[in-house]
Nanobody, 113 residues
Framework: QVQLVESGGGLVQAGGSLRLSCAAP????????MAWYRQAPGMQREFVAL???????NYADSVKGRFTISRDNTKNTVDLQMNSLKAEDTAVYYC???????WGQGTQVTVSS
């Protein structure tokens, strides 16, 4: 069973920051673009950001300029730095290994207004 393990969620006030991290097995991390998705209550899971193995990134329009995705190829982790958080960023955030289709268990982010 492949495990992607997210950490770093929590409760923060609007305007604050959080940093999420996802750890993956080396064999998965080194061969997959990695992404973050989120799912708010009653909503479909939506794309947030991705980073390819070459470091190229893409972001959802809703988070551009506020969120930054990065990967550490020595630690096999992908991070999501979230700044200027808004109440509408409240969701469970999931890590995804794109090519192989693995998901983490999710980490809750709650932004109070």
């Amino acid at each position: 069973q492949v495990q992607l393990v997210e950490s770093g969620g929590g409760l923060v006030q609007a305007g604050g920051s959080l940093r999420l991290s996802c750890a993956a097995p080396r064999s998965i991390f080194s061969s997959n673009a990695m992404a973050w998705y989120r799912q708010a209550p009653g909503m479909q899971r939506e794309f947030v950001a991705l980073i390819r193995t070459n470091g190229n990134t893409n972001y959802a329009d809703s988070v551009k300029g506020r969120f930054t995705i990065s990967r550490d190829n020595t630690k096999n982790t992908v991070d999501l730095q979230m700044n200027s958080l808004k109440a509408e960023d409240t969701a469970v955030y999931y890590c995804n290994a794109i090519r192989d289709g693995y998901w983490g268990q999710g980490t809750q982010v709650t932004v109070s207004s």
